[in-house]
Protein backbone atom coordinates (compact mmCIF):
# COMPACT_ATOMS: atom_id res chain seq x y z
CA UNK A 1 0.00 0.00 0.00
CA UNK A 2 1.20 3.28 -1.32
CA UNK A 3 1.43 6.30 1.46
CA UNK A 4 0.22 8.67 -0.85
CA UNK A 5 -3.00 6.83 -1.51
CA UNK A 6 -3.76 6.98 2.34
CA UNK A 7 -2.17 10.23 3.57
CA UNK A 8 -4.61 12.88 4.11
CA UNK A 9 -3.78 15.05 1.20
CA UNK A 10 -5.38 12.16 -1.31
CA UNK A 11 -8.91 12.81 0.39
CA UNK A 12 -11.25 14.43 -1.72
CA UNK A 13 -12.98 17.31 -0.56
CA UNK A 14 -13.79 20.91 -0.40
CA UNK A 15 -9.51 21.45 0.95
CA UNK A 16 -8.99 25.21 1.41
CA UNK A 17 -4.92 23.46 2.68
CA UNK A 18 -2.99 21.20 1.23
CA UNK A 19 0.10 20.05 2.03
CA UNK A 20 2.05 17.44 -0.19
CA UNK A 21 5.14 15.33 1.31
CA UNK A 22 6.37 18.38 2.92
CA UNK A 23 10.13 18.54 4.49
CA UNK A 24 12.67 20.83 6.22
CA UNK A 25 15.15 20.54 7.22
CA UNK A 26 17.93 22.14 9.53
CA UNK A 27 21.79 22.73 8.66
CA UNK A 28 23.73 22.00 12.12
CA UNK A 29 27.40 22.29 11.74
CA UNK A 30 28.29 19.99 9.26
CA UNK A 31 25.03 17.47 10.13
CA UNK A 32 21.31 18.15 8.02
CA UNK A 33 18.57 17.55 10.49
CA UNK A 34 15.53 16.57 9.19
CA UNK A 35 13.34 18.09 11.48
CA UNK A 36 10.06 17.33 8.93
CA UNK A 37 10.02 14.18 6.94
CA UNK A 38 7.79 13.65 3.85
CA UNK A 39 4.10 15.03 5.81
CA UNK A 40 1.50 15.34 3.68
CA UNK A 41 -2.08 16.84 5.01
CA UNK A 42 -5.31 18.99 4.46
CA UNK A 43 -7.67 21.39 5.72
CA UNK A 44 -10.93 21.79 4.39
CA UNK A 45 -13.32 25.09 4.40
CA UNK A 46 -14.89 25.87 7.55
CA UNK A 47 -12.55 22.76 9.34
CA UNK A 48 -10.73 22.32 12.84
CA UNK A 49 -7.77 20.08 12.74
CA UNK A 50 -5.77 19.35 15.50
CA UNK A 51 -1.81 18.56 15.25
CA UNK A 52 -0.68 16.49 18.61
CA UNK A 53 2.32 14.97 20.13
CA UNK A 54 5.00 15.19 22.29
CA UNK A 55 7.33 18.54 22.48
CA UNK A 56 9.66 17.67 19.79
CA UNK A 57 8.05 15.32 17.32
CA UNK A 58 8.17 19.02 14.71
CA UNK A 59 4.55 20.30 15.20
CA UNK A 60 5.74 23.96 15.76
CA UNK A 61 8.17 23.70 12.77
CA UNK A 62 5.36 22.45 10.48
CA UNK A 63 2.97 24.92 11.31
CA UNK A 64 5.47 27.91 10.98
CA UNK A 65 6.17 26.53 7.65
CA UNK A 66 2.54 26.82 6.25
CA UNK A 67 3.28 30.65 6.47
CA UNK A 68 6.93 29.83 4.88
CA UNK A 69 8.31 31.30 8.22
CA UNK A 70 10.52 28.81 8.93
CA UNK A 71 14.52 30.76 9.46
CA UNK A 72 17.46 30.01 8.59
CA UNK A 73 19.15 27.60 9.33
CA UNK A 74 16.35 25.77 8.53
CA UNK A 75 14.88 25.44 5.05
CA UNK A 76 11.74 23.63 3.46
CA UNK A 77 13.95 21.09 0.99
CA UNK A 78 10.79 19.35 -0.59
CA UNK A 79 7.20 19.68 -1.13
CA UNK A 80 4.34 21.98 -1.79
CA UNK A 81 1.85 23.72 0.22
CA UNK A 82 -1.74 24.53 -1.60
CA UNK A 83 -3.55 27.54 -0.31
CA UNK A 84 -6.99 28.25 -2.38
CA UNK A 85 -5.52 26.20 -5.05
CA UNK A 86 -1.78 28.12 -5.36
CA UNK A 87 1.46 27.19 -4.24
CA UNK A 88 2.96 29.20 -1.50
CA UNK A 89 6.12 27.94 -2.54
CA UNK A 90 6.07 29.76 -5.50
CA UNK A 91 5.22 33.28 -4.46
CA UNK A 92 7.30 36.39 -3.77
CA UNK A 93 8.68 37.40 -0.59
CA UNK A 94 5.60 40.60 -1.35
CA UNK A 95 3.10 38.18 -2.35
CA UNK A 96 3.49 36.39 0.96
CA UNK A 97 3.20 39.49 2.81
CA UNK A 98 -0.15 40.50 1.51
CA UNK A 99 -0.76 36.79 2.50
CA UNK A 100 -0.06 36.85 5.71
CA UNK A 101 -2.47 38.27 8.37
CA UNK A 102 -5.45 38.43 5.49
CA UNK A 103 -5.67 35.10 4.19
CA UNK A 104 -3.64 33.43 7.06
CA UNK A 105 -3.01 34.89 10.61
CA UNK A 106 -1.06 33.40 12.79
CA UNK A 107 -1.47 32.91 17.04
CA UNK A 108 1.18 31.33 19.27
CA UNK A 109 1.19 30.57 22.87
CA UNK A 110 2.98 33.55 24.54
CA UNK A 111 1.25 36.56 22.95
CA UNK A 112 3.29 39.20 24.75
CA UNK A 113 6.51 37.75 23.29
CA UNK A 114 4.82 39.04 19.63
CA UNK A 115 3.66 42.25 20.57
CA UNK A 116 5.58 45.20 20.47
CA UNK A 117 5.90 46.18 24.31
CA UNK A 118 6.36 49.85 23.65
CA UNK A 119 3.29 50.22 21.74
CA UNK A 120 -0.11 50.36 22.58
CA UNK A 121 -2.60 47.89 21.83
CA UNK A 122 -5.06 50.20 19.41
CA UNK A 123 -1.67 50.96 17.51
CA UNK A 124 -1.19 47.34 17.10
CA UNK A 125 -4.65 46.11 15.87
CA UNK A 126 -4.78 49.68 13.64
CA UNK A 127 -1.63 49.27 11.59
CA UNK A 128 -2.48 45.80 10.50
CA UNK A 129 -5.96 47.17 8.88
CA UNK A 130 -3.52 50.20 7.60
CA UNK A 131 -1.59 47.90 5.95
CA UNK A 132 -3.70 45.26 4.51
CA UNK A 133 -6.63 47.45 3.73
CA UNK A 134 -6.38 51.29 4.75
CA UNK A 135 -9.11 53.23 5.39
CA UNK A 136 -9.62 56.57 7.29
CA UNK A 137 -8.02 56.89 10.75
CA UNK A 138 -11.70 56.84 12.21
CA UNK A 139 -12.39 53.36 10.44
CA UNK A 140 -9.84 51.78 11.62
CA UNK A 141 -10.39 52.55 15.17
CA UNK A 142 -14.11 51.38 14.72
CA UNK A 143 -13.15 48.18 13.48
CA UNK A 144 -10.25 47.76 15.86
CA UNK A 145 -13.03 48.23 18.80
CA UNK A 146 -15.28 45.82 16.92
CA UNK A 147 -12.45 43.26 17.43
CA UNK A 148 -11.56 43.95 20.74
CA UNK A 149 -15.04 43.70 21.91
CA UNK A 150 -15.77 40.28 19.90
CA UNK A 151 -13.30 38.57 22.00
CA UNK A 152 -15.04 39.64 25.21
CA UNK A 153 -13.09 42.91 26.28
CA UNK A 154 -15.78 44.68 28.65
CA UNK A 155 -14.15 48.19 27.47
CA UNK A 156 -12.69 47.52 24.50
CA UNK A 157 -12.58 51.38 23.30
CA UNK A 158 -10.63 51.99 26.99
CA UNK A 159 -8.53 48.84 26.14
CA UNK A 160 -7.05 50.54 23.10
CA UNK A 161 -4.81 52.43 25.02
CA UNK A 162 -3.59 49.83 27.32
CA UNK A 163 0.22 49.02 26.60
CA UNK A 164 0.78 45.02 26.38
CA UNK A 165 2.18 44.28 30.03
CA UNK A 166 -0.91 45.96 31.42
CA UNK A 167 -3.08 43.12 30.21
CA UNK A 168 -3.70 39.67 31.82
CA UNK A 169 -2.10 36.82 30.26
CA UNK A 170 -5.64 35.59 28.97
CA UNK A 171 -6.08 39.24 27.84
CA UNK A 172 -2.90 39.40 25.38
CA UNK A 173 -4.40 36.17 23.94
CA UNK A 174 -7.46 37.63 23.01
CA UNK A 175 -5.34 40.58 21.74
CA UNK A 176 -3.92 38.37 19.53
CA UNK A 177 -7.45 35.89 18.67
CA UNK A 178 -8.44 39.74 18.01
CA UNK A 179 -5.68 40.73 15.88
CA UNK A 180 -5.51 37.47 13.73
CA UNK A 181 -9.59 37.51 13.01
CA UNK A 182 -9.12 41.52 12.26
CA UNK A 183 -9.68 40.62 8.52
CA UNK A 184 -11.32 37.47 8.57
CA UNK A 185 -8.53 35.34 7.02
CA UNK A 186 -9.40 31.98 5.88
CA UNK A 187 -6.82 29.95 7.55
CA UNK A 188 -5.40 30.59 11.27
CA UNK A 189 -2.91 28.66 12.40
CA UNK A 190 -2.94 28.46 16.49
CA UNK A 191 0.09 27.24 17.92
CA UNK A 192 -0.43 26.19 21.58
CA UNK A 193 -2.73 29.39 22.15
CA UNK A 194 -4.23 27.71 25.44
CA UNK A 195 -1.10 26.17 27.32
CA UNK A 196 0.08 29.74 29.28
CA UNK A 197 -3.56 30.00 30.72
CA UNK A 198 -5.91 28.34 33.52
CA UNK A 199 -8.80 26.21 32.99
CA UNK A 200 -11.06 29.10 32.78
CA UNK A 201 -9.58 31.27 30.38
CA UNK A 202 -8.76 27.98 28.14
CA UNK A 203 -12.22 27.42 27.69
CA UNK A 204 -13.29 31.31 27.25
CA UNK A 205 -10.42 31.21 24.01
CA UNK A 206 -11.39 27.82 22.41
CA UNK A 207 -14.68 29.19 22.50
CA UNK A 208 -13.32 32.81 20.40
CA UNK A 209 -11.54 30.04 18.04
CA UNK A 210 -14.88 27.83 17.72
CA UNK A 211 -16.71 31.16 17.07
CA UNK A 212 -14.27 32.41 14.30
CA UNK A 213 -15.19 29.32 12.42
CA UNK A 214 -19.31 29.59 12.85
CA UNK A 215 -19.49 32.91 12.26
CA UNK A 216 -16.73 33.68 9.46
CA UNK A 217 -16.44 29.89 8.29
CA UNK A 218 -12.23 30.37 9.37
CA UNK A 219 -10.46 26.91 8.95
CA UNK A 220 -8.25 26.36 11.82
CA UNK A 221 -5.34 24.29 12.28
CA UNK A 222 -4.70 24.16 16.30
CA UNK A 223 -1.17 22.52 17.41
CA UNK A 224 -1.24 21.17 20.82
CA UNK A 225 -0.59 18.10 23.25
CA UNK A 226 -3.64 18.26 24.48
CA UNK A 227 -6.32 15.52 23.73
CA UNK A 228 -8.48 17.50 25.83
CA UNK A 229 -8.60 19.98 24.03
CA UNK A 230 -8.37 18.26 20.88
CA UNK A 231 -11.35 16.67 21.83
CA UNK A 232 -13.29 19.80 22.21
CA UNK A 233 -12.77 21.27 19.42
CA UNK A 234 -11.36 19.31 16.51
CA UNK A 235 -13.08 17.53 13.43
CA UNK A 236 -9.78 15.76 12.80
CA UNK A 237 -6.81 14.80 14.11
CA UNK A 238 -3.20 14.43 12.96
CA UNK A 239 -1.16 12.95 15.61
CA UNK A 240 2.98 13.54 14.66
CA UNK A 241 5.84 11.67 16.57
CA UNK A 242 9.67 12.12 15.12
CA UNK A 243 8.87 14.54 12.23
CA UNK A 244 6.35 12.30 10.62
CA UNK A 245 2.27 11.97 10.57
CA UNK A 246 2.16 8.56 12.27
CA UNK A 247 -1.93 8.71 12.35
CA UNK A 248 -4.64 11.00 10.76
CA UNK A 249 -8.55 10.35 10.90
CA UNK A 250 -11.99 11.71 12.30
CA UNK A 251 -11.19 13.02 16.46
CA UNK A 252 -13.53 10.87 17.90
CA UNK A 253 -12.54 7.61 15.88
CA UNK A 254 -8.92 8.20 17.15
CA UNK A 255 -10.10 8.94 20.95
CA UNK A 256 -12.50 5.85 20.90
CA UNK A 257 -10.05 3.39 18.60
CA UNK A 258 -6.72 4.64 17.95
CA UNK A 259 -4.67 2.27 15.43
CA UNK A 260 -0.88 3.50 16.06
CA UNK A 261 0.72 2.22 19.73
CA UNK A 262 1.45 6.20 20.04
CA UNK A 263 -1.33 7.40 19.91
CA UNK A 264 -3.02 4.56 21.98
CA UNK A 265 0.13 5.22 24.88
CA UNK A 266 -0.84 9.04 24.84
CA UNK A 267 -4.37 8.05 25.54
CA UNK A 268 -3.33 5.25 28.37
CA UNK A 269 -1.50 8.41 30.02
CA UNK A 270 -4.47 10.77 30.01
CA UNK A 271 -6.18 10.65 33.58
CA UNK A 272 -10.22 9.79 33.32
CA UNK A 273 -12.75 12.45 33.66
CA UNK A 274 -14.66 9.94 35.80
CA UNK A 275 -15.01 6.86 38.11
CA UNK A 276 -11.46 5.65 40.31
CA UNK A 277 -8.40 7.44 39.33
CA UNK A 278 -5.41 4.92 38.29
CA UNK A 279 -3.24 3.84 41.40
CA UNK A 280 -0.29 4.78 39.17
CA UNK A 281 -0.24 7.06 35.69
CA UNK A 282 0.49 5.16 32.96
CA UNK A 283 3.16 7.55 31.61
CA UNK A 284 4.82 6.35 28.10
CA UNK A 285 8.93 5.60 28.76
CA UNK A 286 11.72 7.55 27.44
CA UNK A 287 11.15 10.76 25.25
CA UNK A 288 11.03 11.62 21.22
CA UNK A 289 14.84 11.14 20.64
CA UNK A 290 16.62 14.32 18.78
CA UNK A 291 16.49 14.86 15.03
CA UNK A 292 19.25 13.84 14.07
CA UNK A 293 19.57 10.47 16.20
CA UNK A 294 15.84 9.72 14.23
CA UNK A 295 15.89 5.88 14.49
CA UNK A 296 15.65 3.63 11.20
CA UNK A 297 12.95 1.51 10.71
CA UNK A 298 9.68 2.60 12.41
CA UNK A 299 10.98 6.17 14.69
CA UNK A 300 8.55 5.06 17.37
CA UNK A 301 10.13 1.07 17.97
CA UNK A 302 12.52 1.80 20.75
CA UNK A 303 9.44 2.84 22.79
CA UNK A 304 6.64 1.18 21.16
CA UNK A 305 5.30 -1.54 23.71
CA UNK A 306 2.75 -3.39 20.59
CA UNK A 307 6.56 -3.70 19.35
CA UNK A 308 7.64 -5.41 22.94
CA UNK A 309 4.63 -7.48 23.21
CA UNK A 310 5.12 -8.83 19.85
CA UNK A 311 8.86 -10.06 20.44
CA UNK A 312 10.48 -6.40 18.95
CA UNK A 313 9.77 -7.90 15.40
CA UNK A 314 12.88 -6.97 13.69
CA UNK A 315 10.44 -4.98 10.51
CA UNK A 316 9.98 -2.22 13.01
CA UNK A 317 13.72 -1.40 13.43
CA UNK A 318 15.05 -1.59 9.68
CA UNK A 319 11.65 -1.15 7.31
CA UNK A 320 9.90 1.93 7.05
CA UNK A 321 6.12 1.95 7.91
CA UNK A 322 3.68 3.08 4.98
CA UNK A 323 0.16 4.07 6.06
CA UNK A 324 -2.35 1.39 6.50
CA UNK A 325 -5.94 1.53 6.65
CA UNK A 326 -8.97 3.68 4.75
CA UNK A 327 -8.11 7.16 3.57
CA UNK A 328 -10.40 8.77 6.21
CA UNK A 329 -8.29 6.83 9.20
CA UNK A 330 -5.48 5.71 8.52
CA UNK A 331 -2.14 4.65 11.03
CA UNK A 332 1.86 4.30 10.23
CA UNK A 333 2.48 1.45 11.54
CA UNK A 334 3.65 -2.37 10.04
CA UNK A 335 1.18 -3.98 12.67
CA UNK A 336 -2.39 -1.88 12.69
CA UNK A 337 -5.05 -3.96 13.76
CA UNK A 338 -8.03 -3.72 16.24
CA UNK A 339 -6.50 -6.01 18.19
CA UNK A 340 -3.30 -4.52 18.13
CA UNK A 341 -5.19 -0.81 18.68
CA UNK A 342 -7.28 -2.24 22.31
CA UNK A 343 -3.81 -3.72 23.25
CA UNK A 344 -1.97 -0.92 23.25
CA UNK A 345 -4.31 0.56 26.37
CA UNK A 346 -3.63 -2.34 28.94
Given at each position: MNESQHSPAAIDGDDLLRVENLSIDFAVGSTTVHAVDDVSLQVERGEIVGLVGESGCGKSTLGMSLLRLVQSPGS?????????????????????????????????????????????????LTEVIRDHVGGSRAERRRQAVAALSSVGFPRPELSLRSFPHQLSGG?????????????????????????????????????????????????????????????????????????????????????????????????????????????????????????????????????????????????CSTDVPTAQGGPAHWAACHFVSEEGAVASHD
Open positions: IVGGRILFGGRDLMELSDHELQRLRGQEISLILQDALAVMNPVTRVGEQMQQRVSIAQSMLLEPRLIIADEPTTALDVTVQAQVLELLKDARTTHGTSIVLITHDLAVVAEVCDRVLVMYAGKVVESGPVQEILQAPKHPYTAALLAALLPLRGDPPTELRALPGQIPQPDQWPTGCRFHPRCPLRQRLGNPQL
